[in-house]
Every structure is written in C-alpha cells, then in structure tokens.
C-alpha cells in the first residue's frame, strides 16, 4: 500500500540522488578573493536589491524533512528524478520508463501490450505551470528567456556576476555616468558627475602604482639600464626630414564650418589650422561683417585643430601621466603609395619584415584652465601645437603604438635637463618590438627636435615568426601578439636574454632577443590586436585575430581559462577594454555594430549602436569616462555611452555624431584648370543626437543579397584615442586616411 506521505524519487537501486557540488548555484562561494571587501559595500547592495536574495538550498534538512519509502514501497513507474537539469544516458532511460508508465496518454491492453491515444499534446504555458518549490538547477540559465520575462535580477547576475563588490561597482557606475547620454561631461565642484577615475582605481591603489610601481625605474636600476641600451643622436632638421614620409600632396583644400556657408581653406603639409576659424562671419559667408572680423557669434560650441601630417594616419595615441598646461600626442603614419603591379609580389607584407626609414610625430598641445562652470582644461585656441619631437628609426612603420597606462610620478628627469614624456612601445613592421624611454630637452622645448635612435632600451622578437600587436601588463611587463597566432609575454627589466652566438660565415649576428617569459598560441592566424583588462583585472586579456575569433584569456592558466567568441566573418581589427561596464569592445567592420563582450559572459555580445552608412574602422575608449567613439569607412565619428544601452535593453541608448569626414577626387575640368590637387575634403558637423534603436542597417538587399558602398580610402577615418586624465579626457584625436589629424575637446 503506498504511502500517502511526501515522496523524494530514489533511482532502482535505492540510492538517493545528491547534486553535484561541483555545480552548485553559488558560483562563487568558495571563491575567497570574491568576498566583499567592506561592510558599506555590502549594506549598500543590500539597500539597491532591497534584501531580494535566494534561499540557500540544504539537502540535508530537505532529507530530514522528506520520509524516503523502502525500495519495495516505491516502483520504478513512479520514480522520476527532478534533483538535477543534467542526465546521464542511463538516468535518461530510467526517467523515460517512469515517464512512459504514468502518462496519461497512453493505456493498456489485455495482453499487456501498450497503445498510445491518437491525439494530440497539450503542454501548459509556463504562467499556467503549478509553481514547483525546492527546485534547483545548475549550469547557466537561459538569460534572453529570463530578460524577456522581466527578470532584471537574472540579467544583471549573467553580465556582472552575484558577487557583491562586482554589483556594486556596476551601480556606482550607473549613478555616476549614466546621465552622460553622449558627450563625456565635465566634472561639476562636487564631483557627483562628470570625468573621474574608475571605481576599481581607487585613490590608493594609483598612489601606490605610481611611487612603489616605479621604484624599478629609479631605485633598481631600470633607468640607467634603458639609458644604456637606448642608442640616441640628435639631427639637423635637414637630416630629420628624410625620415618623415612625404606628403602625397603639398596642400590639402579644406571645406568646413556653418552647414550652408562652409569656407574653404588651403592647409599645407606639417601645419595646423584652428577649427574656430570657420565660424568666424566674414563678407564671404554673410556679408554684413568686413573680412578679419573677431566677431565669432555663432561660434562652434568647443574649439580644436587640423594638423597635416602628409599621408594617411595609421596610429595616434594620448601620453597619459602630463597634469600640466601641456599635453604630448603621438602620430605614425603609412608610406605614401608606390605603383605596383598586382601578382607580381611573392610575399605578403603582414607576414615579411621590411625596414625602411621611418618616424613617428610628438605633438605638444597646450591647455588653459577655464573659469566658466563647470571649470576644465580646454585647447588654446591661440596657442597654435606643434610637432615638438621627431623620433627617427630605420626600422620600418610603426604599426602599433601604446604608451605605458599606469600612473606614474616623475622624480629626478627635471634635474637632468631633459622633460619625460613616458615609455612607448611600438611594433614596427620589422617584425619586432621595442620600448623607447621617450624625453625632450629642456633646453629648446619650443623647437622641433630629430633624433635617431639606432637601438632602444628594450627590443624584442617572437620566435621564427613577427610581432603583430603590443599591449602592456605592468610597467615591466609587455604582451605581444604574433602573425602565427602565438602570444609572447616579455618582461623590459630585468631581461631573459640567452649568451650571443658565434656569428657564421663571417656574418655580423643581431642581438640576441630576449626569451619571452611565456610563449602559447591562442589562434589559428594573424592576431590582429590585444587589451588587458587593466585596472579591473589586468591578468585577463582579450584577443582578436584573422581566424574570425575573438578570444579571452586567463593569463594566469592560459590553456585551460578561456573562451571564445562566436566566429565572426569580418574580425574586428580592435579590441579595447571597457572598464564602467566591466567588458570589452569591438567595432564590427562588416555592419558597424559596436559591440559588448562582458566578462562573465563573453560568448555573447550585447549590440549598443550602429555607425550609419558603412563598415566600422575603429573604436576607442576612454580613461576617465565611460563614453566610446567609433568611426566608419563613409567617414563619420560617433559617440556613445554604453550603460544606457547594456543596462536597459528595452529603453535603449543615444548616439552622437560628431563630425563626418569626406573625400573626392578632381574632375577633369578641375583638374584641366589646375584648381587644386589631390582632391577636396569637407568636414560636416552639428548633427542631431539619434536613438541607437532607430538607426538603419547598412545597405540595401538586392535579389536577397545585402549590399554596401565602397568609399575612398582617403575618406576613412583609421584609428582615434581619448585623453588622458580628468582635465583632458574629452581630448578626442582622429587620424583620417587623407592625412589630417583632428583633436577636438569634446567635453560638455
């Protein structure tokens, strides 16, 4: 007689069925370093959750509970298992003959044999479904499901995590920026919003990076070290021009200003033209104000430069650590194009070192502190920039460049006449990687000076292959990506460097290079670019290459902790990290999405905006806020704060274009009639800010096939960066194809 007590389903043999520890739902109980880092933090959360937690799961106490039968008082019919999501193949046949011997719709014959009602099922909505109570499940939950049905908490568990500090990061984020819809805004007297360090760099950890982080520099050796290895002669500016690549036009024809009475302007090659000189109203655009006029009513709302830098920019990156009126940028650029005849090449330019001379542009900008409110570092507009260093190599271009991030006080460099700028590191097309220990003279800070450098403090190569990429991991510590897919991890001081070799053949050998304190391939191919996850976690770092893969890894177990992406068509050619939202970013070429890859959840991207009329070319982040600016091959620049989008899926986010960037060639009669050379540019600004919901999708289909529209390459916009710190975060510099170089303050 059965009993009509509860009944907890045993397996035939009589073993109750434990779940598997392995797989508990708290993910990180056991996780030490993931506990909450203070009290305020964790009373903080319990305030924002408003005490909604889970009820902790205790198999002991629900044995207690239920009365567990004799295995002869409970059938197999009857015993069907619900302790777990996940089955063995056995499991699975038991449950399916429990399940077969109790379904409603099927009967039994006479002769034991068993038919089945020609009819059809009904299943029961999920609403209608009686609420099943001491259910646990393991594993991942099914978040578009639950995001669909409301369920914000699970959400917000899949992208962040349930641990405390993590949630509270997140919500101080959103209080903090959330109202910069667009623009980065600039730090109010109260510091409630606006530019300001990230949460996870907390005051004291960036005190302690940039005195006892830097004490290899200055206490151990490191700077005589670099000082020595680092081969530095100056030249004659006749010298240091032959290393700068010639421009491929001598003046560039520039329309800008006011939509309906752009100007235009003629901008020669290593010079520089004030943005605000379009919104000046002269007799040519209204007529009613002779020519010269200061008078700059309907002026542009910030103001900035136009540099030429002769051919078409490839990299431009911010020196960060300058709290002064003084901020250095720098710029490397292509070589201009040379004809060439199609399948006559026998390698392939990504994969062969090539030298050459070559150089990469120092630009000194200058700063003055605005009395307005809310009160910033804004450009000056009449002090002209000016290329104030030209570092000269005769080691090909400088593919990636990437000034060391972490902060940094400077001690002893003013006593010796020199004005530090920071370490640079750079892949050259060479195929190796160096660290250039980067300073002026004190003496002429206002002059152009030329050096070569013939060695630099720190070289590198990756084995039997080239180095693609360059990021940093700790000011010692560098991460290289490589053609073959490989990643290196080497240290600048002190170095791994093996014994030279005898040199065969009367041959003069190379330096040896240094042995990399890690080398594993992550990828199939080319690794296109690389980004730590610095400061939150600088020991993940996140990969993108050729293969069609993005990739983030754990360095501290770089086999066995990591994951990757779904395979894309068009890889994105960079990779940043996004610290307000704890995840990494990348530009789609192929439609211009912006995407999101978070952390805890990088297998699935979160789309937050859509660059307009092309493929995408670049993405940037910022230090000191959360907004992001991309770019496209059309030519537009676009901005966007992500939270909105990440946080509030349904009510979505807003998008800003800046400025777009045009290029055509001359006509013929144009041409004929000398008018110009080398094409026109037009820059097209105060464009209306759009709703990331409404933009359309790139191209139309045609015959069921979508289509998009190839643009110049001189009317790209290549590669930008942010400024660095709070006074000049909203620095936003834009490296174009034509090889105009635009730096705007874009704070608000």
């Known amino acids: 007689m059965p009993s009509n007590q509860p009944v907890t389903p045993v397996r035939r043999s009589g073993r109750v069925r434990?779940?598997?520890k392995k797989y508990d739902n708290s993910l990180y109980a056991s996780a030490?370093?993931?506990?909450?880092?203070?009290?305020?933090?964790?009373?903080?959360?319990?305030?924002?959750?408003?005490?909604?937690?889970?009820?902790?799961?205790?198999?002991?106490?629900?044995?207690?509970?239920?009365?567990?039968?004799?295995?002869?008082?409970?059938?197999?019919?009857?015993?069907?298992?619900?302790?777990?999501?996940?089955?063995?193949?056995?499991?699975?046949?038991?449950?399916v003959a429990s399940e077969i011997g109790n379904t409603p719709n099927r009967r039994r014959k006479d002769d034991g044999s068993i038919t089945q009602r020609n009819r059809k099922h009904t299943y029961m909505s999920r609403q209608k479904r009686p609420k099943e109570t001491g259910t646990h499940t393991r594993g991942i939950t099914d978040t578009v499901a639950n995001t669909a049905k409301g369920a914000k908490s699970e959400y917000l568990y899949s992208l962040f995590g349930n641990a405390v500090e993590d949630l509270v990061h997140i919500a101080r984020s959103r209080e903090h920026w959330l109202a910069d819809a667009t623009l980065p805004l600039r730090p109010d007297r109260h510091s409630t919003q606006g530019m300001r360090h990230f949460f996870s760099h907390t005051e004291e950890i960036r005190q302690m990076e940039a005195t006892e982080g830097w004490d290899w520099y200055y206490k151990h050796g490191g700077q005589q070290h670099m000082t020595e290895a680092q081969d530095v002669n100056p030249l004659s500016a006749e010298q240091g021009m032959q290393y700068i690549p010639k421009a491929s036009y001598p003046k560039r024809s520039i329309f800008m200003g006011p939509y309906g009475r752009q100007s235009q302007f003629n901008l020669s090659f290593l010079q520089t033209l004030a943005l605000g000189e379009a919104w000046k109203k002269d007799s040519k655009s209204q007529g009613n104000v002779e020519l010269g006029s200061d008078d700059l009513e309907g002026r542009r709302r910030g103001d900035g430069w136009l540099l030429n830098v002769g051919t078409g920019v490839r990299c431009v990156e911010w020196a960060p650590n300058h709290d002064?009126?003084?901020?250095?940028?720098?710029?490397?650029?292509?070589?201009?194009?040379?004809?060439?005849?199609?399948?006559?090449?026998?390698?392939?330019?990504?994969?062969?070192?090539?030298?050459?001379?070559?150089?990469?542009?120092?630009?000194?900008?200058?700063?003055y502190k605005s009395k307005t409110t809310p009160p910033g570092n804004v450009l000056d507009p009449n002090s002209p920039p000016h290329p104030s260093l030209v570092i000269c190599t005769d080691w090909g271009d400088a593919k990636h460049l990437r000034w060391c991030p972490m902060p940094r006080a400077f001690r002893d460099e003013n006593q010796q006449g020199k004005i530090p700028i920071g370490l640079l590191a750079a892949v050259w097309s060479d195929g190796r990687v160096r660290v250039i220990d980067v300073h002026l003279d004190q003496d002429s800070p206002q002059e152009t000076q030329?050096?070569?450098?013939?060695?630099?403090?720190?070289?590198?190569?990756?084995?039997?292959?080239?180095?693609?990429?360059?990021?940093?991991?700790?000011?010692?510590?560098?991460?290289?990506?490589?053609?073959?897919?490989?990643?290196a991890l080497f240290s600048i001081y002190p170095t791994i460097t093996p014994q030279p070799t005898s040199?065969?053949?009367?041959?003069?050998?190379?330096?040896?290079?240094?042995?990399?304190?890690?080398?594993?391939?992550?990828?199939?191919?080319?690794?296109?670019s690389l980004a730590s996850a610095y400061p939150l976690s600088p020991h993940l770092l996140a990969t993108t290459s050729a293969s069609g893969h993005l990739r983030l890894t754990d360095l501290r177990s770089p086999q066995g902790d990591h994951v990757l992406s779904p395979r894309m068509r068009h890889c994105p050619r960079e990779v940043h990290f996004h610290e307000p939202s704890q995840s990494f970013v990348s530009v789609d070429e192929s439609n211009g999405d912006l995407k999101i890859w978070p952390l805890r959840r990088f297998w699935v991207p979160v789309n937050v905006m859509r660059v307009a009329g092309a493929m995408g070319t670049f993405c940037a982040t910022g230090s000191v806020h959360p907004c992001i600016a991309t770019g496209?091959?059309?030519?537009?620049?676009?901005?966007?704060?992500?939270?909105?989008?990440?946080?509030?899926?349904?009510?979505?986010?807003?998008?800003?274009?800046?400025?777009?960037?045009?290029?055509?060639?001359?006509?013929?009669?144009?041409?004929?009639?000398?008018?110009?050379?080398g094409g026109k540019?037009?820059?097209?600004?105060?464009?209306?800010?759009?709703?990331?919901?409404?933009?359309?999708?790139?191209?139309?289909?045609?015959?069921?096939?979508?289509?998009?529209?190839?643009?110049?390459?001189?009317?790209?916009?290549?590669?930008?960066?942010w400024g660095k710190g709070i006074g000049w975060g909203g620095w936003l510099a834009v490296g174009m194809g034509s090889g105009l170089v635009r730096v705007e303050d874009c704070a608000v």
Do not use: M
């Open 324 to 367: 002064g009126d003084t901020q250095y940028l720098a710029v490397s650029t292509f070589q201009p194009k040379k004809p060439q005849h199609i399948g006559h090449s026998k390698f392939s330019p990504a994969f062969t070192a090539q030298s050459f001379p070559s150089s990469i542009q120092i630009w000194s900008f200058s700063s």
């Open 681 to 721: 540019i037009r820059f097209t600004e105060g464009f209306k800010v759009q709703e990331t919901k409404g933009v359309t999708a790139v191209g139309k289909a045609v015959e069921g096939t979508v289509t998009a529209t190839v643009f110049e390459e001189e009317g790209l916009v290549r590669c930008a960066s």
């Open 18 to 20: 434990q779940p598997n």
């Open 632 to 677: 496209s091959g059309e030519g537009d620049v676009a901005v966007t704060n992500p939270l909105r989008k990440l946080l509030y899926p349904r009510a979505g986010g807003y998008q800003c274009t800046v400025f777009k960037h045009e290029y055509r060639r001359l006509r013929a009669e144009e041409e004929a009639s000398g008018e110009g050379e």
């Open 503 to 528: 040199p065969l053949l009367n041959r003069t050998p190379e330096p040896p290079s240094p042995i990399p304190l890690l080398y594993t391939p992550l990828h199939a191919s080319y690794i296109h």
């Open 450 to 487: 030329y050096t070569k450098y013939t060695s630099a403090a720190f070289t590198a190569a990756a084995p039997s292959t080239l180095c693609s990429s360059v990021t940093w991991l700790s000011p010692t510590h560098l991460a290289v990506g490589c053609t073959n897919g490989f990643l």
């Open 32 to 95: 030490d370093f993931l506990a909450p880092v203070s009290d305020e933090e964790v009373e903080s959360w319990q305030q924002l959750e408003e005490g909604a937690k889970d009820d902790e799961f205790n198999q002991a106490q629900a044995d207690e509970e239920a009365n567990i039968p004799e295995e002869d008082e409970l059938s197999s019919a009857e015993a069907i298992s619900e302790a777990s999501g996940v089955t063995t193949p056995s499991e699975s046949d038991e449950d």
